[in-house]
Each structure stands twice: as structure tokens, then as C-alpha cells.
């Protein structure tokens, strides 16, 4: 005998999974149009460049650094100064291979294509940097795939996307057991010795957890009475725990400004010292009054290596030549809060730069030096020697290339002892343009801390620093360069 309802409840079960699979699909086909039609312009100036001139051929790869500027790009201005050459009679096509958002895995996979696509004479790389950040997110697979399914997993761009956004979800959490040394303030020390009760309490976490998550995803479908209802279960059953009104917040975060307050406000009495808390105060207050640094500041007392709170306060003290002194014991304690990171010695070797104490500026330069050499970036290294076995079989040569700001000492110990490799070293040019000029002639951003994404100024140096490493290999004869 049939059962209605029930058939009626599987028949509504595998709809809403056919929905959400059709909705995962549709935002793939977003994200992958999205790349196509930038690949599809950047391959259209490509081939532009091979018609018009295309007698020796130089293929640049590395990550947004290159890929992104358009006619302003290096590889673009690169081609414009190497055709305008005298003392070179034959034409140069330049290849802009840059992927944005990319780190060395996927340019070493791309290598191959490019190689049978463009047939060049020599290759420019400049990657390693989003091995480092998108690490730092674990959003680099350095262990291979456990099986087909999770191998093609990998190579959706919604995976990724999916990935950053469960890591995230587990850092503003985790931000509950950070520990606190017996340095820092009594109320401090006090929510630190309350923080090792957490496993104890993690099952009745765990239920208000998943009210918050439904929640929120209601609240995203424009269900909003019904997240509010949700959103005061949750705290029914734990009114001490401030997320329910951090969510609150982050849904009238850009629609209405009271209750996004009042919402933050009530996050920060229930818990005093959740930096999540203060930095989207902070971010809601951007604009409208003069508590941003103040409630960033906060945040990074408490969280002291939440480099996206100090990235906001550079960005907020940075046009005030007041607080330069601020600027500074800031970068410091970033340094103290994550010595083995480079960007706060980076970022402080900028500073001094700016304020014109050379001195103290180049010895932050190279204590960040330091700290990139003894990084483990074995991965990163292996391959940059995959890409240098596969140039060498093809007989392409390979000119390794350091990032603007940055010295090439890592690159020549990657390569110890391979005379065919040529580096362009990028430290002093810049750092000397940066001194007379100032740092925005320069960049657009710091992303790196050191160095960001290049403007039109910044592609040109560094075009024009790369040439001479160009005219010597082409001096060196035909002895890695491929039959035309």
C-alpha cells in the first residue's frame, strides 16, 4: 500500500537537492565565464602582439602581479620598449601569461599549453607570493589527492571558494581559545582562564551554533522574521553568546546603520573581548565618525595576529603624518605577535623608508630577506625546478624574476650552481624610486606589505629593469634558444 506523505516528503527532499545542485552549478558557470572573458581579452592582446611583430618571443607567467594593468601591464610595456630598441634588428613579441589568483601549481600547469600555444624563445617568471598567502588560508593543497572525486573537486573554482569560506567560519570561532599570557591586563587573563572551560560546553555550543547557521542563511533568502526567530532560540538557549547579535549586525551591516550598531554594541557588552566584534564596528563606522582606529586598535589587543585589523589601521593612519609613531608600534607588535612572518618587517621597512631613516630601513629590509630565505618553501621551490627541467627540454631559456622591492637572493639559492638560469633583482631599482617619489607612485595597494600591485609607473620600472637580463641572454648566443 503507498504512503502519500511519505512519497510526497522524499519527492520535496530530492527537489531541494536538485535545487541546490543546480544553484552550485550556476555559480561554477559565473566564476568560470567571469575568468574566461578576462583570459579571452588577455589572449586577444596576445595574439595582436604575434601578428604584429612575433620574429622572437618572450612568454611571462606568474600571478595577478602579471597579469592584471591591461596596455599598462609589464609584459605590455616591455614589448613597447624592446621594439623601440636600436641596437636589436629583429621584432619581439611579448606573452602576457599571468592567471590572476593563482598560485605556482596552477602557473606549472598552465606551462605546457602556453609552450605549445605561443612557441616561445624565452620565458619570465615572477611567482611564490600567493603560495605564501593562499597557505596561510590553506588554501593550497601541498598533499595529493586521496582519490578521483576529491582530485576533481580540487579543480572547481566553487571548492576554493567553499574551502576559504569554512576556514573563515573556523577562525572567527577558534578566536574563542586564543590563549593570553599573564602579561596582559586582568580582565584579559581572566577570559583566558574562562576560554579552557570550552570543551566542556561545546555540545550545548554546537546546538545554538546550528540555529545561527540556519539563520543566517535564511536571513540570506530574505527571510528575515524567521532568522529573527531563529537568532532568539539561539540565544534562549545561551544568552551569554554574542553571536546571534554579530550576525544581527553583519545583515543591517549595509542597510540599516542603528540596528547593525545596536546589534555590534550588545556583541561587545555580552563579550568584551571578541576582535571579530570590534573590527566590524570598526568597518561600520568607516566613514561616519572618528572611531574606526580606536575600535581596529581594540581588536588587535585582543587578537594580535589579525593582520586584516592591522591592514585597516595602515590604511586609516597612513595619510596622518601625526601618527607615524602610532604607524610604528603597530608594525612592532605585529612583528612580536608573529615573528616568523615577514610583513610586519616589511611593512615597517616602508615606514622608515617614508620617513627617510634610511638606515633603520634597510635593516628591516633585510631582516624580511632573512625570514623569506629560511622559510619552508620547499613546494614553491619544486616548482620552480619543474619549470626550469621543462624549459630546458624544449631548449627555452628562463630568466627568474624577482618581485618589485624584493631581492632575487632567494631565486639564486633555489638555483644554486645553474648557470643557464638568469634573475632580475628588483630590491634596490625600487627601493630608490620609492625614496624619491614615494610608495603610491609606485603601487596601488599593499597586499604584500612591502609591495602591491604595480600602477602604470610601477610596470614600467619594472619592465625597464628587466631589459638589460633580456639583451644579455639574447647576447649569449643561440645555445638555449630554440630553431625558429
Not at 596576445?46 to 609589464?74: F, P, V, W
Not at 585582543?302 to 608600534?329: G, N, T
Request: net charge negative.
Amino acid at each position: 500500500m503507498s504512503n502519500p506523505p511519505l512519497i510526497r516528503l522524499f519527492h520535496k527532499f530530492f527537489l531541494s537537492l536538485w535545487g541546490i545542485a543546480a544553484c552550485l552549478f550556476l555559480i561554477e558557470i559565473v566564476m568560470r565565464l567571469a575568468g574566461f572573458l578576462f583570459l579571452a581579452s588577455q589572449e586577444y592582446a596576445n595574439r595582436a602582439s604575434i601578428d604584429q611583430a612575433g620574429e622572437y618571443r618572450i612568454l611571462c607567467l606568474g600571478e595577478s602581479t602579471t597579469a592584471l594593468g591591461g596596455k599598462n601591464s609589464y609584459p605590455r610595456q616591455l614589448e613597447e620598449i624592446l621594439n623601440s630598441r636600436e641596437d636589436l634588428d629583429f621584432d619581439i613579441s611579448v606573452i602576457n601569461g599571468g592567471l590572476a589568483s593563482i598560485a605556482s601549481d596552477g602557473i606549472l600547469a598552465s606551462v605546457e599549453k602556453q609552450i605549445n600555444q605561443y612557441r616561445p624563445d624565452l620565458v619570465l617568471v615572477m611567482m611564490g607570493i600567493n603560495d605564501v598567502i593562499y597557505r596561510d588560508t590553506g588554501l593550497v593543497e601541498n598533499e595529493e589527492p586521496s582519490n578521483w572525486l576529491h582530485k576533481a573537486a580540487q579543480e572547481l573554482k566553487i571548492y576554493k571558494l567553499a574551502k576559504l569560506l569554512v576556514l573563515s567560519i573556523e577562525k572567527k570561532i577558534s578566536q574563542k581559545k586564543t590563549f593570553v599570557s599573564k602579561k596582559s591586563p586582568p580582565r584579559v587573563r581572566y577570559y583566558g582562564a574562562a576560554c579552557r572551560f570550552f570543551d566542556d560546553v561545546v555540545n550545548a555550543q554546537a546546538e545554538e551554533f546550528s540555529y545561527i547557521r540556519q539563520a543566517v542563511q535564511w536571513a540570506g533568502e530574505g527571510k528575515l522574521k524567521d532568522a529573527m526567530s531563529l537568532f532568539d532560540t539561539a540565544l534562549q538557549i545561551n544568552p551569554r553568546n554574542e553571536w546571534p547579535y554579530l550576525e544581527m549586525g553583519l545583515i543591517y551591516h549595509y542597510d540599516d546603520f542603528e540596528k547593525a550598531e545596536s546589534a555590534y554594541k550588545k556583541a561587545i557588552s555580552i563579550n568584551p573581548l571578541n576582535a571579530e566584534a570590534y573590527h566590524r564596528l570598526g568597518h561600520l563606522y568607516l566613514g561616519h565618525n572618528n572611531q574606526p582606529k580606536a575600535l581596529f586598535a581594540k581588536a588587535v589587543e585582543i587578537a594580535p595576529d589579525r593582520i586584516c585589523s592591522y591592514m585597516e589601521l595602515v590604511d586609516l593612519y597612513r595619510p596622518d603624518d601625526d601618527a607615524l609613531e602610532k604607524l610604528e608600534k603597530l608594525y612592532q607588535r605585529a612583528i612580536q605577535s608573529a615573528p616568523v612572518d615577514d610583513w610586519g618587517y616589511a611593512g615597517l621597512a616602508i615606514l622608515y623608508e617614508e620617513q627617510k631613516k634610511y638606515d633603520l630601513a634597510e635593516k628591516y629590509y633585510q631582516l624580511a630577506d632573512e625570514l623569506r630565505l629560511k622559510a619552508n618553501q620547499d613546494h614553491l621551490r619544486g616548482n620552480f625546478l619543474k619549470l626550469k627541467d621543462m624549459l630546458k627540454q624544449e631548449k627555452i631559456g628562463l630568466i627568474a624574476v624577482s618581485y618589485p622591492m624584493r631581492s632575487a637572493a632567494d631565486l639564486k639559492n633555489i638555483f644554486t650552481g645553474d648557470d643557464d638560469v638568469l634573475f632580475v633583482d628588483n630590491q634596490a631599482v625600487f627601493h630608490d624610486a620609492v625614496r624619491k617619489e614615494g610608495y603610491e607612485v609606485y603601487f596601488s595597494d599593499r597586499f604584500a606589505g612591502d609591495f602591491g600591485h604595480c600602477t602604470a609607473k610601477g610596470h614600467r620600472l619594472l619592465a625597464q629593469n628587466i631589459i638589460p637580463v633580456i639583451i644579455e641572454y639574447i647576447k649569449r648566443g643561440p645555445s638555449l634558444k630554440k630553431d625558429q
